[in-house]
């Protein structure tokens, strides 16, 4: 046509005229169409000039992360995948907030929904897809939404705040996990679901049956077989009403019964479409130069609604218009995990029995597990895996590689083997082009080249070069795995004997015997005579050594408040505003009026910023200037009571046979005496102790580094407990009749934790590395070692001093540490 | 990014004696409403940067760790170049730095005029 050519040969010419790029366009800036701009932006930076519309008006996120946002554990701002800047940086044009609403394929040109042009030379259409909102009266009242996008997370949140009751229409993936959100915050949640089990596109009866039931202990309602035909309500939706004629009260509904690919824009352009927009094996639609990438696509006959084909899918499109040569695609083998649930649920190939499958079971309601392969003939055609799904990578494999069973095979699945697979042969086997991390869409081969290109070492390099681990988790095994395959004998697990730092290729007992040996007494001498690759070390080894050498020479080595960290410099603990915290002693938690006036008066006269009770019984002042901190502690004339401090922290008490009708034991005055005497004591790590004057444990022993439970016969001694981020029971350690020997065991305990434990580590991961037996061993059974135990931390215990009327004490500290020196 | 010294007028102002700055422990000091964090390393060179963490929330530097002519912050233990004030990679910006000179043992801050 003369018009077309005209519009043609005008492309050609302002292209000609402007750079020598080629136009690319991108049509929905979500995680399908910006991954394929990213692995292309690698192959092939320069070629395209870039622009992106996005109907949303943000930049891309991590939509699958919409979970944690929802329940809380993440903001926004975390699951951001490209912010702002980044386009910016890459030359790339983003109109957000813009819709395209046709294509003109012939004069390759898109139109946005204001009628402006925009011509390309590629295209790419990444549209997504649109949550399937049930076409029942009531779908359009006010909180009735979908489970796609920010705004329907918001929206979530906000009717969290004000109604009490949600439904979820679909009990598939989505759905679970809308579900999962909305119990946690705070909602009575039903979902409701057509099909008699759950996630039956996923697993199999027998694993939707346990999952149910393990989503039911956490909160979640069900009302399985329920067709939805109503939402009754005024402008706002009461309730469902469903097919047999019953109904279930409920201010937001969630329709997450289904997705389907958002196709509007290729139906209004005359492109090819089914389900979905039909694309051949290298992401090509029916029109010349136009391309589509992810959900909103149909290749041969599927539409996939997960996150793995995209970023397949994704990888051969950016070889396509990168020049590269590529294989084609040739469809995805489907797994999932729902995760925020923290239930494991894997599944891969055909997992529903049928008469021409053989089946090999194997379910454990003990563990709560359940397994199971399907195999046509010979071979491996799917699989289901329920609870435990270390075996996801294998099974996933095996499954796409069409494997043929055989015994070896057998006992692997069957858990029986003798030799086992070990996870270096699993790693072996799995192919390079396998996603390992799905959330970031990382292959094993990636970041294989990462560690050779780049020499990593650790995860938290892997992390930061390739982004693997960086969004659930859930990988990180995996990702350990491999770097241990990858890197053989040069391999150092994180925890075990590696440097104590970038600085030195020493583990900590070397560091310690050197000290000890070679008799040396200041932190510049150890990093000079140990040779350190950085002369003054850096955060992680100079607080280190500076304990080591207290422990080792107490009372002969002199502080270095240099190599403290902020908190034991300063004796506070430093927040983000940097103002400081002021904890003065209350041992045991036990206080008396005038100490709480005192408290009270200084609470006032410094203005603190809150007053508040700390988990471990005392009295917190927050909010406390810099400046003030001598002040404030000379008013209060307290000792301080060390929250800031790798040291004791507290002795948490129950009250014990003083009042209490159940106290066996004086849990209050042993806590205060176990308090006075290990208080002040540099340790590895925090410590913490509790004493209970019964077994109901109301001071919560099981979670302490020593704790101690009282009955008629005498205590019991706990020890290693942790109740942080990686909470662990305290293990009984012996039982004694007598408080002498309950305070002379526990003291040999803490003195062979300061001797042996690494810096910042926990009793918990030290108990658990070294063994209850080897401990009970030395500090319990052998005698002699529990005295000279005792006879060293008493030496040490002799040098410690009061660390706040210290400074009081002394101006140029004062000046120095603390001054507010206004000049000018 | 043009360096501050190479086209910005400073005018020094005295902020005490070289005695007064104790080896690897920044001070912070407000002068003419500027919130300064000081540090003195061991080869007694001195170093003054806007009390201002380059991270994204922020917060104070003068507490940090001094290791060479490096600074670990308190907060967030970002490694920082006191030099210049940039922040190492992985992370990102840079706390504005301002030059110090020591005149007889007094040491002085230059601030923009």
């Known amino acids: ?824 | 990014m043009k360096l501050q010294s190479e086209t910005t007028e400073y005018t020094y102002h005295t902020l005490g004696s070289l005695k007064e700055f104790p080896l690897r422990i920044g001070r912070k000091i407000v002068m003419e409403g500027i919130e300064l964090a000081v540090f003195r390393t061991t080869d007694d060179r001195l170093y003054a940067l806007e009390n201002r963490n380059p991270h994204p929330k922020g917060g104070t530097l003068a507490e940090g760790i001094v290791s060479g002519h490096d600074l670990y912050d308190p907060l967030y233990n970002v490694r920082i170049d006191l030099q210049t004030g940039k922040a190492y990679a992985p992370d990102e910006g840079a706390a504005r730095s301002y030059p110090v000179r020591i005149e007889g043992n007094q040491v002085q801050v230059g601030l923009p005029k």
């Not at chain 1, 308090?675 to 109901?696: I, Q």
């Open chain 1, 1 to 824: 046509m003369k018009e077309d050519q005209a519009l043609r040969n005008d492309t050609i010419a302002r292209r000609a005229a402007s750079s020598a790029k080629e136009r690319l366009v991108l049509i929905g800036n979500g995680m399908a169409g910006m991954n394929a701009i990213e692995q292309l932006l690698k192959l092939a930076p320069s070629r395209y000039e870039i622009t992106v519309f996005g109907n949303e008006p943000h930049p891309n996120y991590n939509r699958i992360m919409l979970s944690y946002v929802l329940e809380g554990s993440k903001t926004m701002e975390d699951i951001i995948l490209h912010p702002l800047a980044w386009y910016e940086e890459n030359g790339i044009t983003l109109h957000t907030g813009t819709a395209i609403t046709h294509i003109d394929t012939n004069g390759h040109v898109v139109y946005t929904e204001d009628g402006m042009a925009h011509s390309y030379d590629k295209l790419i259409i990444a549209t997504g897809s649109n949550p399937i909102i049930l076409p029942i009266p009531g779908a359009d009242k006010e909180g009735v939404i979908g489970f796609r996008d920010i705004a329907d997370c918001q929206a979530m949140l906000q009717a969290s705040a004000v109604y009490r009751k949600a439904a979820v229409i679909g009990g598939g993936l989505l759905g679970l996990e809308a579900a999962k959100g909305l119990v946690q915050l705070g909602m009575e949640t039903t979902v409701v679901h057509l099909m008699p089990h759950l996630m039956e596109r996923q697993l199999d009866p027998q694993a939707s049956i346990m999952l149910k039931a393990e989503l039911e202990r956490q909160g979640i309602r069900f009302l399985l077989e329920k067709q939805t035909n109503e939402l009754v309500g005024d402008a706002r939706v009461q309730a469902l009403r469903f097919g047999d004629g019953t109904e279930l009260e409920a201010d937001l509904v969630i329709m997450a019964a289904g997705i389907r690919p958002n196709i509007k824009v290729a139906e209004n352009s005359g492109i090819h479409t089914g389900r979905g927009i039909v694309v051949d094996d290298y992401m090509q639609t029916s029109a010349p130069d136009v391309y589509a990438v992810g959900e909103c696509t149909e290749h041969r006959g599927v539409c996939y609604g997960l996150v793995a084909p995209l970023f397949e899918q994704g990888q051969v499109l950016a070889k396509r218009l990168g020049g590269v040569d590529t294989a084609p695609y040739e469809g995805s083998f489907t797994s999932t995990k729902l995760k925020i649930s923290g239930v494991d649920v894997f599944s891969a190939g055909i997992f529903q029995d049928s008469p021409e499958l053989t089946v090999l079971r194997k379910q454990d309601d003990w563990k709560g597990t359940y397994k199971k392969l399907l195999l046509r003939d010979k071979t491996i055609v799917g699989g289901v895996l329920f609870g435990d799904v270390s075996d996801s990578a294998v099974m996933n494999q095996w499954v796409r590689s069409q494997a043929v069973m055989t015994e070896a095979l057998y006992e692997e699945f069957m858990g029986t083997a003798s030799g086992g697979k070990s996870p270096m042969d699993r790693i072996a086997a799995m192919p390079d082009d396998e996603i390992v991390c799905g959330c970031n869409g990382v292959s094993k081969g990636h970041i294989v080249q990462a560690i050779h290109e780049h020499g990593l070492s650790t995860l938290d390099e892997i992390k930061a070069c390739t982004k693997a681990t960086n969004s659930c988790g859930g990988c990180k095994g995996t990702v350990e795995n491999i770097l241990q395959y990858t890197l053989g004998d040069q391999y150092q697990a994180a925890g075990a004997a590696a440097g104590i730092c970038d600085c030195t290729k020493l583990g900590r007992d070397e560091v310690v015997e050197a000290i000890r040996s070679k008799q040396l007494t200041t932190v510049k001498e150890v990093m000079h005579v140990l040779e350190w690759s950085h002369p003054e070390g850096c955060s992680k080894c100079r607080p280190a050594i500076n304990y080591f050498l207290h422990m080792v020479w107490p009372g002969i080595h002199e502080e270095e408040p240099d190599s403290r960290f902020v908190n034991e410099r300063l004796n506070a603990n430093i927040q983000k505003d940097g103002t400081y915290t002021v904890i003065p002693r209350m041992y045991a938690g036990v206080t008396t009026p005038e100490e709480l006036k005192r408290i009270a008066d200084a609470a006032v006269k410094y203005n603190v910023g809150m007053v508040k009770v700390t988990g471990g019984s005392r009295i917190d002042l927050v909010g406390v200037k810099k400046e003030d901190l001598p002040d404030i502690w000379a008013d209060l004339d307290m000792p301080s009571g060390y929250g800031y401090a790798k040291a004791l922290r507290t002795v948490k008490t129950c009250v014990g046979s003083l009042y209490c009708r159940f106290g066996t034991q004086d849990s209050v005055n042993m806590g205060v005496r176990l308090e006075k005497m290990f208080e002040r004591l540099d340790m590895p790590a925090k410590l913490k102790m509790a004493v209970n004057g019964c077994p109901r444990n109301c001071a919560e022993s099981c979670t302490k580094d020593v704790g101690i439970v009282g009955n008629d016969g005498g205590w019991e001694l706990y020890v290693g407990g942790n109740g942080g981020i990686k909470p662990r029971l305290a293990e009984l350690l012996c039982k004694v009749q007598s408080d002498d020997e309950l305070v002379e065991i526990i003291a040999a305990f803490v003195q062979y934790y300061r001797e042996h434990a690494s810096y910042l580590e926990r009793t918990s991961d030290w108990v658990e590395r070294t063994g209850i037996e080897a401990i009970r061993a030395a500090v319990v059974d052998d005698m002699a070692k529990r005295l000279e135990l005792n006879a060293r931390i008493q030496a040490a215990l002799a040098t410690v001093s009061e660390p706040w009327s210290k400074v009081i004490n002394n101006p140029q500290t004062r000046r120095e540490l603390y001054g507010n020196t206004t000049i000018g």
